[in-house]
């Protein structure tokens, strides 16, 4: 399964809100999760079954969709959210990841 | 706290072998599938190979399938990855990562640099 995720590059304010896109290439039902990275840092997990945030994770980030498309929202950005985001399906083995988002500040 | 803490990384040669470990604490290891993925430089990730919880399945990418095992030592909380045959483009960070739901990786060790390069 082929994650495709939109923009490569967004750019956006602090306290503004982002949202990224990701679109899988057949249905994933709700089995998608986001995972959030910073340089010289490992992936770390926001949300899960497409919408649950993971232990930890700040209510500004909230996910939605499922099937084929989805949406990783992150409400009024603070400055250590501008990172690469990363969508990822595990409805099929082998499970597959989006190519990345990187947010940028404006 | 759960923490991995992958070892084993370094510079080979084409065709050459390495053996990954990571050793896994705060969490009941033999009770979870866990998983190794990779980023090359610059680059994506890429799930390389899956072990369900007290290892009673295997899988792999296409890209590793015949080259590649993973298996666990459950009396040392231990994850491995054997890799053979090493290429080029095998270059990259690997993790070890404890599976939540379904396949989802909720916890990630720090990665550990393989470099393929003659």
């Known amino acids: 399964i082929v994650m495709t995720q939109s923009p490569a590059t967004l750019s956006v304010s602090p306290g503004e809100r982002a949202t990224l896109s990701c679109r899988a290439s057949?249905?994933?039902?709700?089995?998608l999760a986001w995972y959030q990275q910073k340089p010289g840092q490992a992936p770390r997990l926001l949300i899960y079954?497409?919408?649950t945030r993971a232990t930890g994770i700040p209510a500004r980030f909230s996910g939605s969709g499922s099937g084929t498309e989805f949406t990783l929202t992150i409400s009024s950005l603070q400055s250590e959210d501008f990172a690469v985001y990363y969508c990822q399906q595990y409805n099929n083995r082998p499970v597959t990841f989006g190519q990345g988002t990187r947010l940028e500040i404006k | 706290e759960v923490q991995l803490l992958e070892s084993g990384g370094g510079l080979v040669q084409p065709g050459g072998s390495l053996r990954l470990s990571c050793v896994a604490s705060g969490f009941t290891f033999s009770s979870y599938a866990m998983s190794w993925v990779r980023q090359a430089p610059g680059k994506g990730l890429e799930w390389v190979s899956g072990i369900t919880d007290s290892g009673s399945s295997a899988f792999y990418a296409d890209s590793v399938r015949g080259r590649f095992t993973i298996s666990s030592d459950y009396s040392r909380n231990t994850l491995y990855l054997q890799m053979n045959s090493l290429r080029v483009e095998d270059t990259a960070v690997y993790y070890c990562a404890k599976i939540l739901r379904g396949w989802s990786f909720d916890y990630w060790g720090q990665g550990t640099l393989v470099t393929v390069s003659s």
């Open positions: 079954g497409a919408s």
């Open positions: 057949q249905s994933v039902s709700s089995d």
